[in-house]
């Protein structure tokens, strides 16, 4: 056997166990999900919330929203995140430096003057320049921060140094929440007994298409166009099937940052959000559970499958690309800053199972596809190939690919069932037929294009340009 | 080399099924929301005849629904309706609609699903009762309030509050799994619906073994001002949990007397941080100008947030002379003189 056929055969071997070794944790992601979705709907059907919402005893909860030049929707946004269903609430919106109108917009809508409030940082951040709450007693709730622009961290960081409540939730200032949203997030916290719950994230939905009015979501409808739609189906499967089983198994890592609860004197004692790297969601939570795990306390991060909050997903290749390369820097930071965990028995389930797929699934996936790729171009070259093995195999892994989305919109037609036409589930289907040719290869090619950005030690956010709800009452946004 | 076809028919096939499974889902999912429109209608008809008019010709309704009742999807949605109803009306309704529950003889399923092995069936079932008032079934609930199934246990604790009000507490003595912070949240709750009746046992549930017990007794005694148990609460102050020490801290503030003070200061040196933060708000409440002393004594503390508080609530004591008092609080080095003022400003407002 030549040497080119002896790499051939080892690569061949190594990519298909690789992949079957990824179909078998897809495999069971999907299986070991519906438990945990079962159990959590079970249990949520006798749930009354409104008791809580609006008692004096419901816990004291803050919100942070962090804004960089959101002029355009800022009133809008506030108005709705004011609106939410909760007495214990305090709404802190920190102006991240912005260049716009925001904050005088927002000191002329809510009547703002500013206080002579003490700043404990306790987190450090960039300075503080001002702390501004309302003269009107309807808006005693509100309290907003100028400050200098340092970043989506740093915002959020400086939200919890000003904030007085024992829970943060972190929210994306332009999300649209959910009304009974806060109490479903905070209820895990309350009611564990034997594990103290760290942190609580919620389903993430794509609202483009729905129709928004006065800043809440009227009517759920389908995105219209492509890119909006196969990350419809994306955030289904991923949040769904991934983050349930990954809860079920206590093993979850990313709490999204458009939407968490953390719980507020863990994550000061962990030293807040890292404003080192673009991935702060995934790489707080991984330390908070670093940091409970090393001391050896019980702990649990939570996970509920309600959709709790809808987002405007990018609806162009451009943003949609900063999105992804940014997401693949973040992984990469957040795996290289906890590297001692990778396999190392003293963090558990987190060192064990959480980290490694993390690292092999989520970080080298596009890697070795990417290479997988220029591997076949080479044996095509020299003629190694055998082309009817390939495209069955290309077959198998798109085969296998329709039937975890095929499953995912199951899952999301026998639980929430948002969408209800049956036109809307066929367009579903026919998305997950089209993501693996039209979408999937732009995923990797962002995430290759997100390593080398890391190597090149690239650390912006790219900016994300949205349209906006507050521009669309009345009208479903396209 | 592994056989890749049989994988591809398979992944292909089942997505066919799946798909399949779906679509036919949906249809079903689509007709019976046409049929659940109908059928809430005809329930809407019947709860709002029983709610507004005076005459409830019970029979006739159970008449017009005879064959319907049969229905298992039916019935649920006749009850669910009704339950939510009950919730909602008070008095005569309430009772008019427990006569409608009756009737229907829905009382006879609510007793085959609590014998069920399926917790969320169980725990429905008894939530059923405490809604419904089905006194009768007292016993069996009971038995559940230990239940090794959070939600069924919980479940049961609040339908026999339902039940029998105060009296319903007595599973207290007994309970050894622990009462999570929600629910102890919705048997307070259901406790505010009874106009207060004196109820025992508080002092033996102050020294249970079950801290969550020991946490929940202390807000009834905090919720019900029970000043007659304070040396009992007095003793919890030095429990070994920190939440239990943290409660009764917050507890013997809404039942202080003119030691209680003395006892915070005592105890604030051998403290947790987070309770030491408890205390000094609750001085804000019940300090004197006696304690002020002992309050700048802990400002040399290094803690910004605590240093704060204990500012905030030196000025809470005596507002009046806080201009005087903050000349010995360092009010030109840093932090105190933020502080100072941010303080003077929330006192001014």
């Known amino acids: ?478 | 080399m592994i056989q890749l076809k049989p994988l591809i028919y398979l992944f292909f096939g089942t997505s066919l099924v799946l798909l399949i499974y779906m679509l036919v889902i949906l249809y079903i999912k689509n007709i019976n929301r046409e049929k659940y429109k109908r059928w809430s209608k005809i329930c809407n008809n019947i709860i709002n005849n029983t709610v507004y008019s005076d005459d409830i010709n019970v029979k006739n309704h159970q008449k017009s629904i005879e064959s319907l009742l049969l229905i298992k999807t039916f019935r649920k949605l006749i009850t669910k309706k009704i339950l939510s109803a009950t919730i909602s009306f008070s008095g005569n309704s309430n009772n008019s609609l427990r006569k409608l529950y009756l009737h229907l003889h829905l009382d006879k399923y609510v007793i085959e699903n609590l014998n069920v092995k399926n917790w969320h069936i169980k725990a429905k079932a008894i939530q059923e009762i405490g809604i419904m008032k089905l006194e009768s079934m007292y016993d069996k609930v009971y038995k559940n309030t230990n239940h090794k199934n959070e939600l069924v246990r919980a479940e049961a604790q609040i339908a026999i509050i339902k039940l029998v009000g105060f009296k319903g507490l007595k599973f207290l003595d007994s309970v050894t799994q622990p009462i999570s912070e929600w629910y102890q949240m919705i048997l307070l709750r259901e406790l505010s619906h009874f106009d207060y009746d004196s109820f025992n046992g508080v002092d033996v549930w102050l020294k249970s073994k079950n801290t969550s017990v020991v946490i929940f007794a202390l807000k009834l005694v905090d919720e019900y001002h029970l000043f007659e148990l304070y040396k009992e609460v007095e003793l919890c102050i030095y429990h070994s949990d920190e939440n239990v020490r943290q409660q009764t801290i917050k507890t013997i503030t809404k039942i202080f007397n003119n030691s209680t003070s003395n006892l915070f200061t005592k105890i604030f040196e051998s403290e947790v941080f987070s309770n030491k933060i408890v205390i000094a708000k609750s001085l804000q409440e019940i300090g004197t100008d006696d304690d002020i002393p002992f309050l700048i004594n802990q400002l040399q503390t290094e803690n910004i947030q605590l240093k704060t508080v204990l500012t905030r609530t030196i000025a809470k004591i005596n507002p009046n002379n806080f201009e005087t008092i903050c000349k010995e609080l360092n009010p030109d080095i840093y932090p105190m003189n933020l502080i100072i003022l941010q303080i003077k400003e929330e006192i001014r407002i």
């Open chain 1, 1 to 478: 056997m030549s040497w080119q056929s002896l790499f051939f055969e080892i690569f061949s071997y190594g990519i298909m166990m690789y992949s079957l070794i990824l179909i078998i944790s897809y495999i069971f992601i999907g299986v070991y999900s519906i438990g945990e979705t079962k159990h959590y709907l079970n249990k949520n059907s006798f749930t009354d919330y409104n008791a809580i919402s609006s008692s004096s005893k419901a816990p004291r909860v803050s919100i942070i929203a962090p804004a960089y030049n959101e002029g355009a929707t800022i009133i809008e946004n506030v108005r709705s995140l004011l609106s939410l269903h909760y007495n214990n609430l305090e709404l802190i919106i920190v102006n991240d430096g912005s260049k716009d109108d925001s904050l005088e917009k927002l000191i002329d809508k809510y009547d703002l003057y500013k206080t002579s409030y003490f700043v404990n940082s306790q987190i450090k951040t960039k300075p503080v320049k001002g702390v501004y709450k309302s003269r009107k007693l309807i808006y005693r709730k509100l309290i907003v921060v100028d400050k200098e622009n340092g970043g989506k961290a740093d915002a959020l960081n400086t939200g919890i140094n000003i904030s007085s409540y024992e829970y943060a939730v972190c929210v994306d200032v332009d999300c649209i929440l959910e009304q009974d949203s806060l109490l479903k997030l905070v209820k895990p916290f309350l009611e564990n007994t034997t594990k103290k719950v760290i942190a609580t994230g919620g389903v993430i939905r794509i609202a483009n298409s729905c129709v928004i009015e006065n800043g809440r979501l009227i009517q759920v409808n389908l995105p219209k166009k492509f890119l909006p739609r196969v990350q419809t189906l994306e955030y289904i499967r991923a949040f769904l099937l991934g983050r349930m089983a990954w809860s079920r198994l206590n093993g979850l890592l990313l709490i999204s940052g458009a939407f968490g609860a953390f719980d507020k004197e863990i994550a000061i004692k962990c030293g807040g959000y890292d404003t080192e790297t673009v991935g702060e969601d995934i790489e707080l939570v991984v330390r908070m559970r670093r940091y409970m795990e090393e001391l050896e306390l019980p702990y649990k991060v939570s996970f509920i499958p309600d959709p709790l909050c809808w987002t405007e997903a990018p609806d162009n290749f451009k943003i949609l690309g900063r999105q992804r390369n940014r997401w693949t820097r973040g992984t990469i930071e957040t795996l290289k800053i906890h590297k001692k965990m990778f396999f190392n028995p003293d963090y558990g389930i987190l060192g064990l199972l959480s980290y490694p797929y993390w690292f092999f699934f989520e970080f080298l996936a596009p890697i070795i596809e990417f290479f997988g790729l220029i591997s076949l171009a080479f044996f095509a070259y020299f003629g190694m190939i055998n082309w009817t093995y390939f495209i069955n195999l290309l077959l198998m892994v798109f085969s296998f690919g329709i039937l975890y989305s095929v499953f995912a919109i199951l899952m999301e037609v026998l639980t929430y069932n948002q969408y209800k036409k049956k036109s809307e589930i066929l367009k579903l289907v026919l998305t997950a037929m089209l993501e693996p040719i039209f979408f999937h290869p732009f995923v990797v090619y962002s995430a290759i294009r997100g390593n080398i950005d890391y190597l090149r030690k690239k650390k912006s956010w790219g900016e994300m340009t949205r349209t906006g709800f507050g521009t669309t009452n009345k009208t479903p946004k396209s």
